[in-house]
């Protein structure tokens, strides 16, 4: 009765996940033909070259490429989500006091996660353009649009304004859910603000945190509409694995842009899967009463421990 | 404990289906095209309804001649499937409907430059000889219509490069002809930048962002000095002495400082800010800046004080690379006939006529560049037919996409120093080599 129940759920999964990931596996091990008959007209249809796709990617001429994508994806990754984790706890805990303005503000700091992320690039385009308003500001003539190490920062700038609100809203949301009691036992014991925040908040909040922050974490990995719109498409100093299989598939290499996709996709599954193993991100939310209890008792620990 | 365990393999069972879903959203590639080839001869049969698959027309002309044809037409209608403004979406969209073989496209509005790659690949139908007054086509437009010297689309409208000038300043400085050579036109630099009025203007900037431009600019530079990038049997013809002054007259540019430093970050938009801001004395662009620099609304410090004629070149006056637009028909259309027929009446000397009335876009028929009324309006467009007179299409190649990615990289590396010019042609002769030999 249960495996009939779920069904409409798995066909949907089927459809929708596993089709394509296996279309997409298939398609890689396959290379267009290249070149032209007599009169001119592209030889049509595809050739089986196995492994190929991978082998010319990790080894072959372009490989430098791809190992500067990787890296780039990774940079950018790492970064920005240590970036946006810091600053987005910073809003929840500024957003999580009661003050006048504080519905405003919530409202306000999620404007820049609101706004679609091409929208974004475009508008942080033209303030990093050569005569634009962060040149004005810091008074330097510093070519952000162009290559280096520049470029990299305004991608890191762009995507920290935008997905920092994020991570804030569902910490506020973990912390929300922080009984005041806690507070109060802590502050009867008389430790001080950071003390809290130490002992209280931060271990309370962790289930909710691990979550954004892996959550942030797939996103980023993928990342592409920010540095294809901000600096521009074939731009080495950003260009990511996303940008790379964009750029197969937009001159016809569906193979090799589908062996740039399972291999963007092998990454972020063990980038996800080593995150889960060594941080314990509690994603399905764990319906058991053990965690439930567990948390209590922290809880209790933790008030314990910060009044002391 | 077991119950844990479970949870965990879920956990990480739906992180990976998540990743999956993620991952693959962006890159559902369509399978093998199959072997099916659209009859490439055979005659234009079936009439009806059919779409005109174009980007956007905020003029409202192109609106305005579908409308004109709908009213004669009542059973032959013509719907407008727009597409986005970017023209690497256009294609990617125009190609995915030929990759399914879909008949819903009947009408494709291409950029000159994707006429090789279309009818190479079968995607557009070659159009009948006698369907269009070729012979009364500016030329080189009716040539960026033909591959392998089969017609297969209309010529729309066109487009060539310009180069703006400020008359004030060349006025003040004594220099009453616009230059015909880059020695003329640095000479008229040096002359208006010892004036005290030029503080802060720089020399010359055209589109060096690594983007199409950069493609159109370096190629113009290479016809230019008098080059060409492919030679007539479509062989790479980069490592020659023409292209290295080509590539040196804009990397000694940005050296010297004749090119501003920040030109590096220019598509066509920043360059029309920087010339209509006047810092600027020359600037290479198309004809569509024309309207905003002479705005008198206050919005233009230029206004009234700037030129324009054909761009410069090493000897003489440079060669114009060929932009625009060309009308085709879909391999997969239904009503063949009728989409011929709108073709043609699409891009008739009336309707060319009746959208000059909404629309800047250069129309192809020469006469119209002469015409006192429409040159009342558009007074560039004198310059602009010379500068089309010996405009070259660019590289009219199969995988264009790879080619200019390839121009791009390897010019932008020498642009910004990272490769000298020597090695930037080396390299991009042995990369177009490897493109064109497929």
């Keep these: ?308 | 404990m077991m119950q844990r365990r479970r949870d965990r393999r879920i956990v990480v069972g739906l992180a990976f289906a998540a990743a999956a879903a993620i991952t693959l959203t962006a890159c559902s590639g369509s399978g093998s095209s199959g072997g099916s080839t659209p009859a490439a001869e055979a005659t234009l049969e079936g009439t009806g309804p059919i779409q005109y698959v174009s980007s956007p027309d905020a003029s409202g002309a192109a609106q305005a001649t579908i409308d004109a044809w709908n009213a004669e037409h009542p059973d032959e209608q013509v719907t407008w499937v727009e597409l986005p403004l970017d023209a690497d979406q256009q294609r990617q969209q125009m190609v995915q409907n030929a990759q399914v073989e879909g008949s819903s496209y009947s009408v494709l509005n291409l950029d000159v430059v994707w006429t090789s790659e279309f009818a190479a690949n079968r995607w557009i139908t070659p159009l009948p000889e006698d369907a269009l007054p070729v012979d009364e086509l500016v030329p080189a437009t009716v040539e960026a219509a033909s591959y392998r010297d089969t017609l297969y689309g209309a010529p729309y409208y066109t487009d060539g490069a310009l180069l703006y000038s400020r008359t004030d300043l060349l006025t003040a400085a004594g220099v009453t002809a616009p230059p015909e050579t880059w020695a003329e036109m640095q000479a008229a630099c040096d002359a208006v930048l010892a004036l005290p009025q030029a503080a802060g203007v720089s020399c010359y900037a055209g589109q060096f962002d690594k983007n199409e431009g950069l493609t159109v600019n370096f190629s113009e530079a290479v016809a230019s000095a008098g080059g060409s990038l492919f030679d007539a049997e479509g062989k790479p013809t980069v490592d020659t002495p023409e292209a290295l002054t080509a590539l040196e007259f804009l990397v000694d540019g940005f050296e010297s400082g004749m090119i501003p430093r920040d030109a590096i970050t220019f598509q066509e938009e920043q360059g029309r800010q920087a010339f209509q801001e006047g810092k600027l004395v020359f600037l290479r662009n198309w004809p569509y800046i024309y309207k905003s620099l002479s705005a008198t609304d206050g919005s233009s410090s230029v206004s009234g004080n700037f030129g324009v004629s054909a761009i410069p070149g090493e000897d003489g006056p440079g060669v114009s690379t060929l932009g625009g637009r060309n009308i085709a028909i879909s391999s997969y259309a239904e009503n063949k006939a009728t989409a011929l027929e709108f073709i043609a009446f699409f891009t008739s000397r009336e309707q060319e006529q009746e959208r000059l009335a909404l629309s800047s876009r250069a129309p192809v028929f020469p006469e119209f560049f002469e015409d006192q009324t429409v040159t009342a309006s558009y007074p560039y467009l004198p310059t602009l037919l010379t500068s089309l007179d010996n405009a070259q299409p660019r590289p009219k190649v199969v995988a264009y996409g790879a080619t200019t990615a390839a121009i791009q990289d390897e010019i932008y590396a020498a642009l910004t120093g990272d490769k000298t010019p020597d090695a930037a042609l080396a390299d991009l002769q042995t990369k177009l080599t490897e493109i064109t030999a497929g």
Aim: charge should be neutral; charged fraction near 15%.
């Design chain 1, 1 to 308: 009765m249960a495996t009939l129940l779920l069904s409409p759920t798995f066909i949907v999964l089927v459809l929708v996940i596993v089709y394509p990931l296996l279309s997409a596996v298939y398609q890689s091990l396959f290379s267009a033909e290249s070149g032209l008959d007599a009169d001119g007209f592209v030889v049509e249809g595809e050739s089986f070259v196995g492994l190929g796709n991978y082998a010319d990617i990790f080894a072959g001429a372009e490989s430098g490429r791809f190992y500067n994508a990787l890296w780039n994806t990774t940079f950018f990754t790492f970064v920005t989500v240590a970036l946006e984790t810091v600053i987005g706890v910073a809003f929840a805990v500024a957003m999580n006091r009661a003050f006048k303005g504080r519905a405003f503000l919530r409202a306000a700091i999620l404007i820049p996660w609101a706004i679609p992320t091409a929208v974004s690039g475009l508008l942080w385009r033209w303030i990093f353009q050569s005569n634009g308003i962060a040149n004005d500001l810091l008074n330097t003539q510093v070519l952000w649009t162009a290559e280096g190490f520049a470029a990299q920062v305004a991608v890191i700038i762009a995507e920290v304004w935008k997905t920092a609100p994020f991570i804030g809203l569902l910490v506020l949301a973990g912390m929300q859910l922080i009984p005041e009691e806690v507070y109060e036992a802590a502050k009867l014991d008389g430790a001080n603000a950071w003390k809290q925040f130490v002992s209280i908040t931060l271990p309370l909040v962790r289930p909710a945190l691990l979550v954004a922050v892996l959550f942030r974490l797939l996103d980023a990995l993928r990342m592409f509409d920010l540095p294809f719109v901000l600096i521009g498409p074939r731009k080495s100093s950003v260009e990511t694995l996303s940008i790379l299989a964009w750029d197969e598939s937009n001159q016809l290499q569906y193979g090799t842009a589908s062996a740039f996709a399972i291999i963007l996709l092998v990454y972020v599954a063990l980038i996800a899967f080593v995150f889960i193993r060594v941080l314990g991100a509690d994603v399905v939310g764990d319906a058991d009463k053990q965690a439930e209890k567990a948390a209590r008792k922290q809880a209790a620990r933790a008030a314990k421990e910060a009044g002391r």
